[in-house]
């Protein structure tokens, strides 16, 4: 990570601190311009964070595929090919949830799911029961990734490593702070509809880390070759 300059000298962050630098410029600039440009953008189905997000999450399933394709070819399967299925079995997972695999696109989906469903769509997060449990799947996905991954299994490489941190703990702050309002005030404290800005910074922290373990492989390839 590159030395930041401040009044009081210069600081050499041990996390990538992008997520500070988005959450400022969305919420300091675009939440606040004219004509709905927040809610175009970053509020309801099929908006473009929501793609994003969709693109991010299945761009990281492939990517996880492909680094078990070039270990395999120099060498025999490992454990830790094992976490590396693991983890583009749920990105691939959540990437169809996103899109309610493909129902948004194709509008083909199931009636049955539908009826079950609190938002009328062909996706299992949604499921009447399940969805109570969702802000707690935030908190405990951006705990293990952002936290406990790197600290106490270091060396499973398919989990992200310290410098991701922020992408992920940011998301379960923000489930958390959620969730506790509800406990000591009786409700939730308004959200002002950020739940998918938040979310954006866990698929594109997973992307971020999948990237960079394909680009160190290929990377030796060219060093061997």
Request: proline fraction near 3%; charge should be neutral.
């Given at each position: 990570?590159?030395?930041?300059?401040?009044?009081f000298g210069?600081?050499?962050?041990?996390?990538?601190i992008?997520?500070?630098?988005?959450?400022?410029?969305?919420?300091?600039?675009i939440?606040?311009?004219?004509?709905?440009i927040?809610?175009e953008?970053?509020?309801?189905?099929d908006s473009?964070?929501?793609?994003?997000?969709?693109i991010?999450?299945?761009?990281?399933?492939l990517?996880s595929f492909?680094?078990?394709?070039?270990?395999?070819?120099?060498?025999?399967i490992?454990?830790?090919?094992?976490?590396?299925?693991?983890?583009?079995?749920f990105?691939?997972y959540?990437?169809?949830?996103?899109?309610?695999?493909?129902?948004?696109?194709?509008?083909?989906?199931?009636?049955?799911?539908?009826?079950?469903?609190?938002?009328?769509?062909?996706?299992?997060?949604?499921?009447k029961?399940?969805?109570?449990?969702?802000?707690f799947?935030?908190?405990?996905?951006?705990?293990?990734f952002?936290?406990?991954?790197?600290?106490f299994?270091?060396?499973?490489?398919?989990?992200?490593?310290?410098?991701?941190?922020?992408?992920?703990?940011?998301?379960a702050?923000?489930?958390?702070?959620?969730?506790?309002?509800?406990?000591?005030?009786?409700?939730?404290?308004?959200?002002?509809?950020?739940?998918?800005?938040?979310?954006?910074?866990?698929a594109s922290?997973?992307?971020?880390h999948?990237?960079?373990?394909?680009?160190?492989?290929?990377?030796?390839?060219?060093?061997i070759?």
């Amino acid at each position: 990570m590159n030395e930041i300059e401040t009044p009081f000298g210069s600081i050499k962050p041990k996390v990538i601190i992008f997520p500070i630098y988005y959450l400022f410029f969305v919420f300091g600039f675009i939440y606040i311009f004219p004509f709905g440009i927040y809610k175009e953008l970053f509020i309801g189905e099929d908006s473009l964070i929501e793609w994003l997000q969709f693109i991010c999450y299945f761009s990281s399933s492939l990517i996880s595929f492909l680094i078990i394709i070039i270990d395999i070819t120099k060498d025999k399967i490992k454990l830790k090919h094992i976490f590396w299925f693991l983890l583009a079995i749920f990105c691939f997972y959540v990437a169809g949830e996103e899109i309610s695999w493909t129902e948004r696109i194709t509008n083909f989906g199931s009636d049955s799911i539908r009826q079950i469903n609190v938002q009328g769509e062909t996706n299992l997060h949604n499921l009447k029961g399940f969805n109570d449990y969702l802000h707690f799947s935030f908190i405990f996905s951006g705990l293990f990734f952002g936290w406990f991954g790197w600290k106490f299994l270091p060396k499973i490489e398919a989990l992200p490593s310290k410098k991701y941190a922020l992408f992920f703990l940011f998301v379960a702050a923000h489930y958390a702070l959620t969730d506790l309002s509800w406990i000591t005030l009786g409700m939730r404290y308004p959200t002002l509809k950020i739940s998918e800005t938040m979310e954006f910074l866990m698929a594109s922290g997973l992307f971020l880390h999948c990237l960079s373990n394909l680009k160190f492989r290929l990377k030796s390839i060219r060093g061997i070759s």
